[in-house]
């Protein structure tokens, strides 16, 4: 699986972006997805999963309430909307496929998009 991220952007505080993750080759409901971002000198973090049919969701509490997380199936697409950005909120952020394990981990997740930066302007 071949995974694409786009979206990101620079962005005041309290604006949002719509963030976009194309899976090529493998069929993508195969997989749950999530976001994950990483900020300069900080570990990367999860951010958001959702499971295979969409039907079940999960958030990072700092992220709980601003962002949501979809996907269509049918055009092999993950999205993050995120609403009320923060600075805090300024990362790269990564699309990743997982097909096993917890979705908070990154460890169980073993396909991985490129990124696609965000900046939140003050």
């Known amino acids: 699986v071949q995974l694409q991220a786009s979206g990101g952007g620079l962005v005041q505080a309290g604006g949002s972006l719509r963030l976009s993750c194309a899976a090529s080759?493998?069929?993508?409901?195969?997989?749950?997805m999530g976001w994950f971002r990483q900020a300069p000198g900080k570990e990367r973090e999860f951010v958001a999963a959702i499971s295979r049919s969409g039907g079940a969701t999960y958030y990072a509490d700092s992220v709980k309430g601003r962002f949501t997380i979809s996907r269509d199936n049918a055009k092999n697409m993950v999205y993050l909307q995120m609403n009320s950005l923060k600075p805090e909120d300024t990362a790269v952020y990564y699309c990743?496929?997982?097909?096993?394990?917890?979705?908070?981990?990154?460890?169980?997740?073993?396909?991985w998009g490129q990124g696609t930066q965000v900046t939140v302007s003050s």
């Open positions: 080759g493998r069929t993508a409901s195969t997989y749950s």
């Open positions: 990743a496929a997982s097909a096993a394990g917890s979705l908070y981990y990154r460890s169980s997740y073993i396909y």
